[in-house]
């Protein structure tokens, strides 16, 4: 078995272990009454290090899962986080009335929405996993102790980005520290301090005792745990000093007790600990093809696994691969179209256009050869932007994978080096304020985006430059980032969302018209996601939040 199919595949045991753990990941009672899938007693599933390597497969498996013992339908990276996370930004027009995606596109989700009632069922099941493992796992001896620690460092790694996911969407969470669940559905929402205090407690665990490349590729190491930490202060240090709890009247999402210029100098610190530990792949595309998933690793520092294995895929059909027919070429259903303000961002001559903003596929299109695998070109954008697509990732012509054709074995980038350069750029201007520097690191991003062609380099830095200089670094992040999921966040953090959602303009392609929907629902306390209604029908002591 190839170390990379490991890192997510479900064997017997782990689907054991699953189901004894299904009568504790669930908040809501009445899934408890589902009788559990094995009566294999819970002591006995983590009794050595080769099944503790299984369970410890479990929580990351929460990644990219389809269900969490048959609860959810693809509820984190998979599939519905791209929306949750992309959708509503200023890189994304709308192109559904589908029930599942829509609320998430056009920021008209309320709390009985699916995608976020599943979210908050994906990430606590990934959390009750973690917890159960780090209580199990102190009375397994291991042959060489240093796994063990590797092992525990690794859970707590999982266990913090899981916190910090559901602190990115809801603001305070309830923080459940028993092994199995129990009395989480009393317990009340802690406050965004206290969420950030246990993911920065675990997270530093991670960085302090992870090595700085696991054995396994694609599991967490040393620089995972730093680069999560790094968004962690930047996003703290920003949001305070943009007063982005002004929309929430509850004093748990409130941010005085962040000192900003404290958390950027922290942010500062792990982030420079990474430059020169990782490096630019040589060609940005290869970040988005399943072909080259195993030349990725030098720039990724973690992301979400997948394989030519039905059960561990990630679905980019319906929004982030250009529009054609599922079936015949490749091609994906078209809900997300790129934005005329993110088209709009590039120099003609960046290489990253062409990647993600493309024509149409249809049959006629032609076919290209990708590292042995056909894929079909897509169509020139026409003139009138009526075909213009998302085309970041792309489909290969059915047939190429053992797979659906809905189904892609690409990896789903979650951090990459070129996301630590351009927040190094950031630090620079608000601890050292010497944006010589900042543009040094926006430069070297650039530069790939020239294909290596100094002179075209020097033609983007020309063309890119701004006045601000902080105008200038967001305006590069959504350029390299977008669709990677991060162009929301940072617009909350920068204070800007609401100023951006306003000035979205309607004219420019056949679909920016659509953006009309965002302006007209869009209002500053839906920065964070309603806590959902099952939650709150269970747990009385949950508080909704503000203006919902």
């Known amino acids: 078995m190839q170390q990379k199919n490991f890192t997510f595949k479900t064997n017997t045991l782990t689907s054991f272990l699953f189901g004894f753990l299904f009568l504790f990941q669930m908040s809501c009672n009445d899934f408890l009454e589902v009788p559990p899938k094995s009566k294999i007693d819970p002591e006995d599933l983590i009794v050595d290090s080769i099944s503790a390597e299984t369970a410890l497969t479990g929580i990351y498996n929460i990644l990219n899962a389809s269900d969490v013992n048959g609860e959810g339908n693809a509820s984190t990276f998979r599939r519905n986080m791209l929306y949750i996370l992309n959708g509503g930004s200023d890189e994304a027009v709308p192109n559904s009335n589908q029930i599942l ?45 240093f796994r063990k620690k590797e092992q525990i460092a690794e859970a707590r790694f999982l266990r913090g980005i899981y916190y910090q ?36 407690e675990d997270l530093l665990f991670a960085y302090q005792n992870l090595p700085a490349q696991n054995s396994i590729p694609g599991r967490a190491d040393k620089w995972s745990a730093a680069g999560y930490l790094s968004k962690m202060y930047l996003y703290l240090a920003s949001a305070k000093e943009n007063n982005i709890d002004r929309y929430h009247n509850t004093d748990i999402n409130q941010l005085g007790w962040v000192e900003s210029e404290i958390y950027y100098q922290k942010g500062y610190t792990i982030n420079y600990a990474i430059i020169g530990q990782k490096a630019l792949v040589e060609d940005y595309v290869h970040l988005f093809r399943a072909e080259t998933n195993q030349n990725t690793y030098s720039e990724v520092l973690f992301g979400v696994e997948a394989t030519n294995n039905q059960d561990v895929i990630v679905i980019y059909v319906n929004g982030f691969i250009p529009q054609g027919n599922i079936n015949t070429n490749g091609g994906g259903y078209g809900i997300v179209r ?125 063309a890119y430059k701004k006045y601000d200089i902080m105008e200038e670094i967001r305006d590069e992040r959504s350029r390299e980032l977008c669709y990677e999921g991060w162009r929301k966040l940072d617009l909350i953090r920068w204070g800007i969302i609401e100023e951006v959602m306003k000035n979205l303009t309607l004219e420019g392609s056949k679909y920016q018209p659509q953006m009309e929907l965002l302006k007209n629902n869009f209002a500053p306390y839906k920065i964070w996601l309603p806590i959902p209604e099952t939650e709150l029908i269970l747990n009385t002591n949950l508080i909704q939040n503000s203006g919902y």
Request: negative net charge; contains cysteine.
């Open 165 to 200: 996911y559901l602190a990115w969407l809801y603001g305070g969470v309830p923080i459940i520290k028993s092994i199995d669940g129990s009395g989480a559905d009393t317990l009340s929402r802690a406050t965004l301090q206290e969420v950030y205090t246990q993911i920065e």
């Open 101 to 145: 995606y829509q609320p998430y596109l056009t920021y008209t989700y309320n709390d009985s929405d699916i995608m976020g009632r599943e979210a908050w069922l994906f990430f606590y099941a990934g959390i009750k996993r973690a917890n159960f493992f780090l209580e199990k796992i102190e009375g397994v001896t291991f042959q060489g102790e």
């Open 338 to 462: 790129p934005s005329v303000e993110l088209m709009d961002q590039y120099h003609q001559k960046d290489l990253r256009l062409a990647n993600n903003v493309t024509g149409t596929i249809n049959n006629q299109s032609v076919k290209e050869n990708f590292f042995g695998v056909e894929y079909f070109v897509p169509q020139t954008i026409n003139q009138g932007k009526t075909n213009i697509s998302v085309g970041k990732w792309r489909q290969p012509v059915p047939g190429s994978y053992p797979l659906e054709p809905w189904a892609s074995p690409c990896n789903f980038q979650l951090i990459r080096y070129a996301d630590i350069l351009l927040m190094q750029a950031e630090y620079e201007v608000k601890v050292n304020a010497n944006e010589t520097v900042a543009r040094s690191y926006l430069k070297e991003v650039r530069e790939r985006a020239a294909g290596g062609d100094s002179q075209l380099a020097n033609e983007l830095t020309f």
